[in-house]
């Protein structure tokens, strides 16, 4: 299997411009969670989602940022409109439900 | 809620040296825990996973171990290596299907 695919792994834009990031988990697993990794706060859980549906969304930081999972292959995380202090790097990953949690590349977001 | 802990928060050894590195959780309630490496600007990648009814689990020179009842795991690593440098995370995973991260221990072995 390709792992966990993740894009664009780097981003560079402008605040106040709409960020999609894109994320792909690995074939068969039903739980896809989208967390943000800054030095000042660590790991941070933003959304997880399992068959496709979101549980927990109590770590998205504000209305600015939403997520998707159309389909089990397909998730995105899209934040409308960035700003400065969204710098980060965007980890997607995945598990069967109970097990193994599998990371992507990552996606880094400079919003300048 | 679940809190993780790692200490140190930092480690420097030098090459040859064997090492343990802890991870403390306050919720003994977990399905697994699972051990992390993550090299600067990469993603995170699976070491070990311990499941809940296990104690222990082995990958080469790593060896993590799990006691539940007192909320700790220890990674081993025999025989550093330069090449081992990195940061190392652990993650316990809850009944609600939820990961729970430390902080990390950043790991230099010097040559």
């Known amino acids: 299997d390709a792992g966990v695919i993740q894009s664009p792994r780097h981003e560079v834009t402008e605040m106040g411009q709409e960020v999609t990031l894109r994320c792909k988990p690995i074939?068969?697993?039903?739980?896809l969670f989208w967390y943000r990794q800054t030095m000042m706060r660590g790991l941070e859980l933003l959304i997880y989602?399992?068959?496709?549906?979101?549980?927990?969304d109590s770590g998205m930081p504000e209305d600015r940022f939403s997520a998707k999972m159309p389909n089990a292959s397909f998730s995105t995380l899209k934040i409308q409109p960035s700003e400065p202090r969204d710098s980060a790097v965007y980890f997607c990953?995945?598990?069967?439900?109970?097990?193994?949690?599998?990371f992507g590349e990552g996606s880094r977001l400079t919003v300048l | 809620k679940q809190e993780v802990t790692q200490i140190p928060a930092a480690l420097s050894v030098p090459e040859g040296e064997n090492l343990v590195l802890n991870c403390s959780f306050t919720?003994?309630?977990?399905?697994?825990l699972q051990w992390f490496r993550q090299d600067p600007g990469k993603g995170l990648t699976s070491l070990l996973l311990?499941?809940?009814?296990?104690r222990e689990q082995t990958s080469g020179r790593l060896n993590a171990s799990l006691d539940k009842s007192s909320g700790r795991s220890t990674l081993y690593i025999a025989a550093s290596q330069p090449g081992d440098s990195a940061t190392y995370l652990c993650?316990?995973?809850?009944?609600?299907?939820?990961?729970?991260f430390g902080t990390g221990t950043s790991l230099t072995v010097i040559p």
């Open positions: 990953a995945s598990s069967t439900g109970v097990g193994e949690l599998f």
């Open positions: 074939s068969g697993h039903n739980s």
């Open positions: 989602f399992n068959n496709n549906v979101p549980i927990d």
């Open positions: 919720d003994s309630a977990i399905y697994n």
């Open positions: 311990i499941q809940s009814s296990q």
């Open positions: 993650a316990v995973e809850g009944f609600s299907n939820q990961f729970y």
